[in-house]
Every structure is written in C-alpha cells, then in structure tokens.
T-cell receptor, first 116, second 114 residues
Framework: AQKVTQAQTEISVVEKEDVTLDCVYE???????LFWYKQPPSGELVFLIR??????QNEISGRYSWNFQKSTSSFNFTITASQVVDSAVYFC?????????????FGPGTRLSVLP | DGGITQSPKYLFRKEGQNVTLSCEQN?????MYWYRQDPGQGLRLIYY???????QKGDIAEGYSVSREKKESFPLTVTSAQKNPTAFYLC?????????????FGPGTRLTVL
C-alpha cells in the first residue's frame, strides 16, 4: 500500500525566515512519482513540482527547492526567505508508475502561516 | 485561458435534497476526477473518469453519482444517501490517466448541509 505522511500539521514563521516542509512516503513500487501542491486560501490546488523516483537531483525554482532522498523515503520542500503570499496548505502526493490517476495518494497537508 | 471551472462556489442544501456540482474543463484532458476534502485532511477520491461515457468509483463513492457525457464536463451529484455531505469538493483533470500525469484542479465548491 502507498502512504504519504506529513508530520507537521501547522507551521508558523516570520517573513523572511526559511522553512522546510517534510514529506515521507511509503511504496513498494520501484518507479513512482512524487508531487507537491499548494492550496492557498482561495481553495484551488496549484501544482508545484513532479519528481520521478529515478531522478534524485535536487531542484530549485526561485525561492523554492526540493530535496529528494530515496534512502530515507523523503521529499522535503524548502521555501527560502518566506513571504506572506506563501501562506497556504501544502500537500505532498505519491503515485506509482503502473498506477492510474485514480491512485494518487495525498498526504494530510501542512498549513504554513507566514507572519509579517 | 485553459483551465477548470467549478460552480457554484458555495452551495447550501437542505437534508434530503440532491444537489449537482458542475465541473468543466477546456484543457482537452481525457481524465477527470472528483475529490472530497474535509478540514485538516487530505483529498479523498470520490469518482474518476478516464474517458467519455466511462467512470469508476473511488474510495468514497457511496452517496454520490456522476456522468461523463462530454469530454469537457464531469458533474457530481450528491444524493440524499450521502450521510455527511458537508465538505469542500474539488474537481481535477489530467492529460492522460497514468500515475505520472499531474492533476490540475478547479477552484472547488464548498457544500453545506443545513
């Protein structure tokens, strides 16, 4: 069975602080895909990144960076110099290569509050 | 602009009534999905459709029904059989139904049962 754990339910930081959101997954698949989504107060989930299990290179996109470590089954998300607009719920998700889209497994989400 | 629209944004229902939530996409995606989100929880799959005129139950399909008569439309009906329908409902679509296809989401409908 596949499972995604986001142990941090809520995080509060002050603007300009760096913050890391943790994601730990479980899967028996050798090929799988990991995703991060952002859900701002408006409600719509916004796709941020997809990472293939065979590509362990870390990725940076502006203030966002992702650290994928197969050895610890983790796919952590770091926001550098956080801003108030980063306040949202962030979801990590997992899907297997042989799965269809109906088998996306979402974590429970981490609510990030960035205070001015 | 391509995207997914859901209507209405807020919906109030009396107990015992059926209501239908609209979901339309102009992304030309074959696959569409309905999720339910409860406070503090992740998304749970209600129904999905890989192609027109075909749909499958997800993890929590009881009390819900769907149709997929057109590629761009995937309405969800919340029936009176759904015992606890108050929740936030999200529609999504993907270009292909494989696990590596990221899903794109609409803005959601918040349903409240009075």
């Amino acid at each position: 069975a596949q499972k995604v754990t986001q142990a941090q339910t809520e995080i509060s930081v002050v603007e300009k602080e760096d913050v890391t959101l943790d994601c730990v997954y479980e899967t028996r698949d050798t090929t799988y895909y990991l995703f991060w989504y952002k859900q701002p107060p408006s409600g719509e989930l916004v796709f941020l990144i997809r990472r293939n299990s065979f590509d362990e290179q870390n990725e940076i996109s502006g203030r966002y960076s992702w650290n994928f470590q197969k050895s610890t089954s983790s796919f952590n998300f770091t926001i550098t110099a956080s801003q108030v607009v980063d306040s949202a719920v962030y979801f990590c998700a997992l899907s297997g290569r042989d799965n269809y889209g109906q088998n996306f497994v979402f974590g429970p989400g981490t609510r990030l509050s960035v205070l001015p | 602009d391509g995207g997914i629209t859901q209507s209405p944004k807020y919906l109030f229902r009396k107990e015992g009534q059926n209501v239908t939530l609209s979901c339309e996409q102009n992304l030309n995606h074959d696959a569409m999905y309905w999720y339910r989100q409860d406070p503090g929880q992740g998304l749970r799959l209600i129904y999905y459709s890989q192609i027109v005129n075909d749909f499958q139950k997800g993890d929590i399909a009881e009390g819900y029904s769907v149709s997929r008569e057109k590629k761009e439309s995937f309405p969800l009906t919340v029936t009176s059989a759904q015992k606890n329908p108050t929740a936030f409902y999200l529609c999504a679509s993907s270009n292909g139904d494989r696990g590596y296809n990221e899903q794109f989401f609409g803005p959601g409908t918040r349903l409240t049962v009075l």
